[in-house]
């Protein structure tokens, strides 16, 4: 697996914080996040149920910029 770090959440301590890598082999983005409450949990399963192997996750949404940026490095992995 080459995970590449793309970045933690800009106003947190660095210490259990929301994060963003790209995995260049298996070409995915790795999000850690916060646990999503019932209620938003709720409201997801809206869209269909959610796999045991899935789960919903929250990120601040001043972590655009680490996003926007994992999507750029994910895009170039993308053979054309």
């Known amino acids: 697996m080459a995970l590449r770090f793309i970045a933690k959440d800009p106003e947190t301590n660095g210490q259990h914080c929301p994060t963003v890598w790209v995995d260049d082999e298996a070409r995915e983005f790795v999000i850690q996040g916060w646990k999503a409450s019932e209620a938003l949990e709720a409201l997801c399963l809206a869209?269909?149920?959610?796999?045991?192997?899935?789960?919903?996750?929250?990120?601040p949404i001043r972590m655009v910029a680490a996003i926007r940026e994992a999507c750029d490095v994910a895009e170039r992995l993308v053979v054309h």
């Open 47 to 59: 869209a269909g149920p959610i796999p045991d192997g899935e789960a919903v996750v929250r990120l």
